[in-house]
């Protein structure tokens, strides 16, 4: 079965900070891998994606991701937060057999402090 | 272009009555998903068409839970004798596909749904 993992349930950075967010997946060959986020009273943007290619993806909004398969990890990355970053971030698997249907890892919620 | 929209944004209802929830994807979009956020939990598949195939519905917890979906319109997501533990945010979302390649899926701001 197919699993995402995101270990930290919430992360309190300051703003200008870096910032990484983990995710790991549970999945045997290449999945798809996405990241969202979800803004309070929003619905879910898509800040990036990778199906293949670059291990390094930029998304909207200055964030990074890279695909690390020997760790099984597609971590997001932002040189520098905004308070605009404060939000919740799903990552996210779907894979080619059931394409599609999205596999999303329980949330990091991101406070920014000014 | 107008997005993905669900109706309504908040539905509170009393245990054991039946609810219907409406998603209108965006125009043109083959492929129509629901999932279900309970709070502090990630999204959780329920269901998913595509075009004219039979729908995924591996996802859906109990039967219950049922949804339609006309050609490649609006959907709607059917629960019936509601339980507390329906009360969620039930997000519905679409996307384009053709020969294989996997699109972005676009996402509806959700109904909240509380079972009283």
């Known amino acids: 079965a197919q699993s995402v993992t995101q270990p930290d349930i919430h992360i309190t950075v300051s703003e200008g900070a870096s910032l990484e967010l983990r995710c790991n997946y549970s999945y045997g060959a290449t999945p798809y891998l996405f990241w969202y986020v979800q803004s309070p009273g929003q619905g879910l943007q898509l800040l990036l994606k990778y199906f293949s290619g670059d291990t390094l993806v930029q998304g909207i909004k200055g964030f990074e991701a890279e695909f690390k398969r020997s760790q099984s990890s597609f971590n997001l990355r932002k040189p520098s937060v905004h308070w605009s970053d404060a939000a919740e971030y799903f990552c996210?698997?779907?894979?080619?057999?059931?394409?599609?249907?999205?596999?999303f890892g329980r949330g990091t919620q991101l406070t920014v402090w000014p | 272009g107008a997005g993905v929209s669900q109706s309504p944004s908040n539905k509170v209802t009393e245990k054991g009555k039946d609810v219907e929830l409406r998603c209108d994807p965006i125009s043109g979009h083959t492929a129509l998903y629901w999932y279900r956020q309970r709070l502090g939990q990630g999204l959780e598949f329920l269901i998913y068409?595509?075009?004219?195939?039979?729908?995924?519905k591996s996802g859906l917890p109990s039967d219950r839970f049922s949804a339609e979906r006309t050609g490649e319109s609006v959907s709607t997501l059917t629960i019936q004798r509601t339980q507390q533990e329906d009360s969620a945010v039930y997000l519905c979302a679409s996307s384009s596909r053709g020969g294989g390649t996997i699109y972005e899926q676009y996402f509806g701001p959700g109904t909240r749904l509380t079972v009283t």
């Open positions: 996210a698997v779907t894979r080619g057999s059931t394409l599609g249907r999205l596999y």
């Open positions: 068409f595509q075009g004219n195939s039979a729908p995924d």
